[in-house]
Nanobody, 122 residues
Framework: QVQLVESGGGLAKAGGSLRLSCAVS????????MGWYRQAPGKQREMVAT???????DYADSVKGRFAISRDNAENTMSLVMNSLKPEDTGVYYC????????????????WGQGTQVTVAS
């Protein structure tokens, strides 16, 4: 069974910083892509940042230059450093793992974490 557990959310002031972490547990052989998504109240879930197995990163325009995504393939973890936070960064942040391969299983699966709340006060 695969689990994604996020941590590091909380309350920050505008201009402040937070670091989110995602740990993937289970008999993981490979994770192709990973990413962070967020959902603000009353809005659809949106991509924040993604990173491939080769550590090629992509960011939403709204966070470019402020957020940095990274991953550790050996530990199956991912982080998101968020700097210069704005009130519009408020939302529930979700960890996403795409094309997860497990040992002795020929299929690939996608998984979501339960989410961690980030609140940025003005």
């Amino acid at each position: 069974q695969v689990q994604l557990v996020e941590s590091g959310g909380g309350l920050a002031k505008a201009g402040g910083s937070l670091r989110l972490s995602c740990a993937v547990s289970g008999r993981i052989a490979r994770i192709e892509d990973m990413g962070w998504y967020r959902q603000a109240p009353g809005k659809q879930r949106e991509m924040v940042a993604t990173i491939t197995n080769l550590r090629v990163a992509d960011y939403a325009d709204s966070v470019k230059g402020r957020f940095a995504i990274s991953r550790d393939n050996a530990e199956n973890t991912m982080s998101l450093v968020m700097n210069s936070l704005k009130p519009e960064d408020t939302g529930v942040y979700y960890c996403h793992a795409v094309k997860v391969r497990m040992w002795a299983d020929p299929y690939e699966y996608d998984y979501w974490g339960q989410g961690t709340q980030v609140t940025v006060a003005s």
